[in-house]
T-cell receptor
Framework: QKEVEQNSGPLSVPEGAIASLNCTYS??????FFWYRQYSGKSPELIMS????GDKEDGRFTAQLNKASQYVSLLIRDSQPSDSATYLC???????????FGSGTRLSIRP | ETGVTQTPRHLVMGMTNKKSLKCEQH?????MYWYKQSAKKPLELMFV???????ENNSVPSRFSPECPNSSHLFLHLHTLQPEDSALYLC????????????????FGPGTRLTVL
């Protein structure tokens, strides 16, 4: 059973600090990795995608991928209250025509 | 309209009703998806359509019946649902998931909040 695992949280981070969200996946033959943000009552919206080992930066967000250790993480610098949401990790396995989502980590930025 | 739209946004129905959810994408994608999201549970993939052909049915009960008349439209027909089917139903679209070039990003619609009484 291919799985994507995340700590459900809540993860509480003070405003202005770095929030670190982690995700592990079970299948070594994985191709694409995504982070989505979902506000309460809203649909998921894509924040970052990453396909190669290493870091990928986009504004305050950095995605990190380590295929050898089978984890992908999302760092949010200078955390803002508006970053409070549930963050979903998603993985596309090369053998599948679908994307598997984790259960999400709830992030709370406290002023 | 742009992106992925869904109607209705909210639906309350009895167990004997028949209703349909509609999804439309304006992104030029050729793959569409139905997901179910219940409280405190991961997104559950229900159906996948590639070029109007169903390629995935994730053991979904027959009371959910999808229809994809073309690459831009997707329906979910509902019949004799149960209270445990109450959830947020999300539609998404993407380019076909292929290995040649990664264009796998899925874009979600706003969802339909379904309540079954």
């Amino acid at each position: 059973q291919k799985e994507v695992e995340q700590n459900s949280g809540p993860l509480s981070v003070p405003e202005g600090a770095i929030a670190s969200l982690n995700c592990t996946y079970s299948d070594r033959v994985s191709q694409s990795f995504f982070w989505y943000r979902q506000y309460s009552g809203k649909s998921p919206e894509l924040i970052m995608s990453i396909y190669s080992n290493g870091d990928k930066e986009d504004g305050r967000f950095t995605a990190q991928l380590n295929k050898a250790s089978q984890y992908v993480s999302l760092l949010i610098r200078d955390s803002q209250p508006s970053d409070s949401a549930t963050y979903l990790c998603a993985v596309r396995y090369s053998s599948a025509s679908k994307i598997i989502f984790g259960s999400g980590t709830r992030l709370s930025i406290r002023p | 309209e742009t992106g992925v739209t869904q109607t209705p946004r909210h639906l309350v129905m009895g167990m004997t009703n028949k209703k349909s959810l509609k999804c439309e994408q304006h992104l030029g994608h050729n793959a569409m998806y139905w997901y179910k999201q219940s409280a405190k549970k991961p997104l559950e993939l229900m159906f996948v359509y590639n070029f109007k052909e169903q390629t995935e049915n994730n053991s979904v009960p027959s009371r959910f019946s999808p229809e994809c008349p073309n690459s831009s439209h997707l329906f979910l027909h509902l019949h004799t649902l149960q209270p445990e089917d109450s959830a947020l139903y999300l539609c998404a679209s993407s380019h076909i998931l292929d290995g040649l070039r990664d264009r796998n990003t899925q874009y979600f619609g706003p969802g339909t909040r379904l309540t079954v009484l």
